[in-house]
């Protein structure tokens, strides 16, 4: 290759010539972008130094970069690592000592030493519980319950409305996080010529059905073989999950559903007594630590009316 | 040898041109064959069950790595939210891999276990239903597909050739009872296929219809199953980095 002519008032060419007189112009490279070029060179050796790079045989240069953390050793005692810079080993040192994960670590423990008492008067740690206990709650509770905790009639059990089929005490919510809820109504044999009068007494109890006579007592009647769970004026039973039938509340039979439907509204409790009902929430305390539970259980608790 | 001459004659600028690129692809590939701590040395993971197999045949081919990755990444935020990272071991049975790259949806690496057999069924249904705000379709037609599991052999055998331990003759299911167990060794066992998927998609009511076997069975038992085979609370912090 012979070298490009430079003769003033000509422009170089790269002294390549084809078929007797076709030229290439040289257009050499501007000096930034060749000195960037050299850059990114002198980059990748440092950073071949510094990280793993090169595969030899049936393993690799690891570099001389470390990234440090402890692990507990076989007599119980902390001991730091220093291991070859690898992503596994940064993220088991951002578990243990980055400051998010220390800052988090803080408040947490303060959570775990103060009662729920203490927690509601202070400003702070209430606010941490509830946005820890928002975020435990979009992944593990807002599947089933909805992310406002809406719930679905008949499956689901709404914890935004002011009925708490178990009280609402803090440590009741903990322990159904904790341990779950078998839920069960049996379903009732009642007689064709009495679960009329059965729904419609039900109905009265919340004032969304008028019922009086001989069908009121009819009803009431009937209502007996309920009271033992939902008690005599169908009030509930906390201690065991029956839910209050004297609210306008509704968690099983969809009731809202209906609209002005009154036959509808007595079909949807028929179903129901004639069916019974069997919900299942699962435990959570392997995948939820007690505090955990504890910010959920506050988070949930505000969501309905107390 | 000039310059010129290999500009000029295009056969030897192929030629050179695909031996330089090849030494970039060489370099990163053939190492992976080599390298001792590619896949962790970890207790649990197991080639899937018939069913599950089939399961997972459904999740492809509805695309459902379209909108859902299976691989948690090694950040504390990923940890906090879908748990332990993923493992190499964990898809060392896939062909091919789910990792997938887009998460329109969330992660299903570790959603086996998470939700009951119901949620799923009723979700896949129609998410809406429990899930007002998303925005997955509707897969309501696997509740009504009867499973076609009439070539679930020949699915077992092509992947037994890609490297996968079902087993086919005395040998192999020893082999698989010595690694696996008795229990698993059965369902990894070719000539046993349609009894075993028969047997796991009756044992538990996956889709709430028993008395038939549909696509939904499939699909919900490849979910349940997903990211629980590793039992992470047997290895201590930092055990896995030594396999990087």
Known sequence: MSQPENKKGQVETTGHVWDGDLREYNNPLPRWWLWAFYMTIVFAVVYWILYPAWPYGDSYTKGINTVEYTVENEQGEEVTVSEAWNTRALFTRDMQSSPSALAQEEWVGKVKDMSFEEIEQDPDTLQFAMSMGNYTFGDFCAACHGSGGQGKIGQYPNLADNAWLYGNSYETIVNKISHGIQGMMPAQNVADDQIDDLAKYVLSLSGQAEISGEAASRGKQAFASCAGCHGAEGKGNEAMGAPNLADAIWGVADVPGCGDDTACKLDQIKHVVNNGIQRQMPAFGDRLSETQARMLAIYVRQMGGN | ?244
């Open chain 2, 1 to 244: 040898m000039k310059h010129e001459s290999i500009e000029i004659n295009s056969g030897l600028l192929i030629v050179l041109t695909l031996a330089v690129i090849s030494i970039g692809g060489l370099v990163e590939i053939v190492p992976l064959f080599h390298i001792k701590d590619t896949v962790e040395d970890v207790g649990g993971v197991r080639p899937y069950t018939p069913l599950e197999l089939r399961g997972r045949d459904i999740y492809v081919s509805e695309g459902c790595y379209a909108c859902h990755s299976q691989m948690i990444r090694p950040f504390r935020d990923e940890m906090l939210r879908y748990g332990h990272y993923s493992l190499a071991a964990e898809s060392q049975y896939d062909h091919p891999f789910q990792w997938g790259s887009k998460r329109t949806g969330p992660d299903l690496a570790r959603v086996g276990g998470k939700y009951s057999n119901e949620w799923q069924t009723q979700h896949l249904a129609d998410p809406q239903s429990l899930v007002p705000e998303s925005i997955m379709p509707s897969y309501s037609w696997l509740l009504d597909t009867k499973l076609d599991y009439s070539q679930i052999e020949d699915r077992m055998v092509a992947l037994k050739r890609t490297g996968v331990p079902y087993s086919q003759s005395q040998e192999e299911y020893d082999a698989n009872v010595e690694k696996f167990g008795k229990a698993v060794a059965d369902e990894l066992h070719v000539s046993n296929a349609k009894q075993s998927l028969e047997a796991q998609a009756a044992a538990e009511d996956w889709d709430g219809k028993p008395d038939q076997i549909t696509e939904m069975d499939a699909l919900v038992a490849y979910l349940q199953m997903l990211g629980t085979m590793v039992d992470f609370s047997k290895y201590e912090d930092g055990h896995f980095n030594q396999f990087r």
